[in-house]
């Protein structure tokens, strides 16, 4: 295979690898362009962005751009010049213009992190090869909260994490600050993130002693002049495990203290602290409920103690119970829409894409469009924990749009919104998320949570441009190969609406037989299949889970056959021989898109086999023995999973698909040890 002699690259850079130029004419014309940058005077942020400038011009273009004082032709400029008009009313606090005027390009913000921000835009206008003719560039984020949730546990592990440990040195913290830091903030606020949890939902309440926000001081000084601000994941039971009280109830004056005193520490150490995110009463966390509180009474005790230092609350509507015999897909709503109204303005309801958890496919959340008076946060999952971990390609673009395109009662999903939170994919590896394709779903989160209107393929462009290759059929093809990233694994895992079919625990592979323990985390409580058919039934007639959604799309999914087929079997038990669009029997449908899910990762493979000229070895070969892997465990599911719905329905596996190897006992007894991302100490 021909490299075309390009070097090896480890993937550390990201999408910021500000490699030459190759195109000589662009070359020429931006070198003309570009010849110096004004110093700027000024703050931290303005040094930053001088500093990625330079270090983005000179990889670009291949010569060191000079700082200069004086204004000349040719100048970049940062910040806002008299001699230029600017219209900045429109861009807010982050928002940017890069304009060209009088033969200097102006990058211009009302604050010095919109001005950072316009410098990152820039620079990957030059980095996908963009004409300096199309410009003004005027851009401003349309959600105010994009924060990115690690899920890192104090002891170096990550829950669901994939890619490593966590790089939070806490043990070295605060006094040695690696130098990934900075290159982590880099990378978040080229993409307009301005905030970061630190710590898992499933908190630990330590995080909140003084050791550790020492600790949690160094990391926000680091991050407060690339616009990032720090939360911290706060367990509701601290004031019990750290402040030695007897109770944690939030009516209770002694807790309620304790927590303004808390709340003025924590800010003694980080003036600009961004708030809490709390998991509450779910998979076993402490919360209000233990009290026969309410999430409101939780999430308002907390508000209060941060409110007088502008500090937020971010409270998590992924809560369910196993004691409660109703469908958990309804039970966060109808737990939480009666409490539309009774939050403090500063509590966030931070909610999944869908009502279940993460899954390839479901259909969005109801609570989005349902709680007017709430302020509400899209929560989605770049770790693959239901995708393959890190070792599937899967690009989450189309998966992310699909809900936020989503029509919900009030207007479409986006719309309903003040914040994405994206809990990140990000470990310790060399390369940040493990497969090499897996930054993509960081990049495109932070992309989408500045402008959701952006699609799926202008942003997979962005992406490959800058991580691999301008070359056009390089871009062409591996674009479509990302796009089709998204449905192959929903087809070879959970096709037709099926859901949460994988296996326990640390939910690496097919499981549709998992029982036993808490029903909500067994396999067929969500399938429900039986010799009629296979499904779960969500109209009137079952748990009537579509009564959360609004007319018409409520009525479209409670009829068969108007339910979209991709949630077919999320809203309906359906009978093996139903005929479905394509004219094939259930049976033969669900035979037909586990292969299609196979089918579509060899496309992957060849499409990728085909692009070898344009990538560096090492990359090459990482995504090539990645996607084998892919393809196995594409047949794997595939396998497991008809065999095992087989049992119910009796009926053959069409003759034209590959049959199954091995028999389901083989596939019913593998097993596996020692999968990433399930902490020892929780499970
Ligand atoms: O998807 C589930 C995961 C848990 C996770 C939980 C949550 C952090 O299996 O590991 O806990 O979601 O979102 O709180």
Redesign the pocket.
């Known amino acids: 295979m021909i490299h075309a002699h390009k070097p090896d690259e480890d993937g550390y850079d990201l999408w910021l690898r500000y490699v030459p130029i190759e195109d000589m004419s662009l070359l020429h014309t931006y070198r003309a362009a570009i010849t110096n940058i004004m110093q700027p005077s000024g703050s931290l942020t303005l040094n930053i962005a001088q500093n990625e400038l330079v270090r983005g011009l000179e990889g670009l273009l291949g010569v060191l751009i000079p700082l200069t004082n004086t204004l000349t032709p040719g100048a970049i400029v940062l910040g806002k010049p008299t001699f230029a008009k600017l219209e900045t009313e429109s861009i807010g606090d982050e928002g940017y213009i890069i304009t060209s005027t009088q033969g200097v390009i102006v990058i211009a913000g009302n604050t010095d992190i919109g001005v950072l921000y316009g410098v990152f835009h820039f620079l990957r206008h030059l980095q996908t090869h963009q004409s300096l003719e199309n410009l003004p560039i005027i851009s401003a984020p349309k959600l105010k909260y994009r924060v990115l949730n690690h ?1 890192d546990n104090l002891d170096g592990t990550i ?2 994490g994939y890619a490593g440990f966590s790089f939070w040195d806490w043990h070295k913290l605060p006094d040695y600050l690696s130098p990934r830091y900075t290159d982590y903030a880099r990378a978040v606020a080229s993409i307009g993130i301005n905030g970061v949890t630190l710590t ?3 908190a630990n309440a330590l995080s909140l002693t003084p050791q550790y926000l020492q600790k949690a001081v160094a990391l926000s000084d680091l991050f407060r002049p690339y616009g990032i601000r720090v939360y911290l994941s706060a367990r509701f039971s601290a004031p019990i495990e750290i402040g030695g009280l007897k109770t944690a109830d939030p009516l209770d004056a002694d807790v309620i203290a304790w927590w303004q005193t808390k709340a003025e520490e924590i800010y003694r150490y980080i003036p600009d602290f961004g708030g809490f995110i709390v ?1 509450a009463n ?2 076993g ?1 402490p919360g209000p409920h233990d009290y026969q509180r309410s999430h409101s009474d939780g999430a308002n005790l907390l508000a209060h103690a941060l409110a007088p230092f502008g500090g937020i609350v971010i409270w ?1 509507a ?1 809560v369910y119970a196993n004691e409660n015999p109703e469908d958990r897909t309804k039970q966060a709503y109808d737990d939480l829409v009666p409490q539309d109204g009774k939050f403090e303005k500063n509590v966030l309801l931070q909610v ?1 894409n869908g009502p279940l ?2 899954q390839p496919r479901e259909p969005y959340h109801p609570i989005f469009g349902a709680m007017p008076n709430t302020s509400l946060v899209l ?1 989605v ?1 770049m770790a693959q ?2 995708l393959g971990l890190a070792t599937h390609m899967v690009y989450m673009a189309p998966l992310f749009k699909e809900t936020m395109d989503a029509e919900t009662c009030d207007g479409p999903l986006a719309q309903t919104i003040t914040g994405m939170a994206g ?1 990140a994919n990000t470990g310790s590896d060399r390369n940040w998320c493990g497969h090499p394709f897996g930054a993509a779903n960081w990049y495109t989160f932070g992309r989408l949570a500045w402008d959701y209107t952006l699609s799926s393929e202008a942003i997979a462009h962005e992406w490959l441009r800058m991580t691999f290759s301008n070359a056009p059929r390089f871009v062409q093809m591996a674009t479509e190969m990302m796009l089709t990233s998204r449905e192959a694994p929903v087809n070879y895992m959970t096709p037709l609406g099926l859901h949460h079919i994988m296996a326990r625990s640390h ?1 690496y592979g097919p499981g549709p037989w998992v029982t036993g323990g808490r029903a909500d985390w067994t396999s067929p409580y969500y399938h429900q299949a039986d010799s009629e058919g296979i499904g779960f039934d969500r109209t009137p007639f079952g748990s009537n889970a579509i009564s959360q959604y609004c007319s018409p799309y409520r009525e479209q999914l409670s009829n068969r056959d108007t339910c979209p087929e991709n949630l077919l079997l999320w809203f309906h038990h359906v009978n093996w021989q139903y005929i479905l669009m394509s004219g094939r029997t259930l049976w033969n449908e669900l035979c037909f898109k586990y292969n299609e899910g196979v089918a579509q990762v060899r496309q992957m493979q060849a499409a990728w086999d085909s692009l070898a000229e344009f990538v560096d070895a090492a990359r090459f070969e990482h995504v090539r023995a990645l996607l084998v892997i892919q393809e196995k465990e594409a047949c794997w599911w595939r396998d497991a999973c008809l065999c095992y719905f087989q049992t119910f329905s009796k009926l053959p596996i069409p003759a034209e698909y590959e049959q199954p190897t091995e028999s389901l006992e083989y596939y019913m007894n593998v097993q596996h040890y020692f999968v990433p ?2 902490p020892e100490s ?1 499970f």
């Open positions: 899920w829950e669901r898992n939902v499933n998991k779910s998979e966390q998590r992924f999944k958890d993460f929560e999952q924990e239901y809990v939910h991302g399930i929780r």
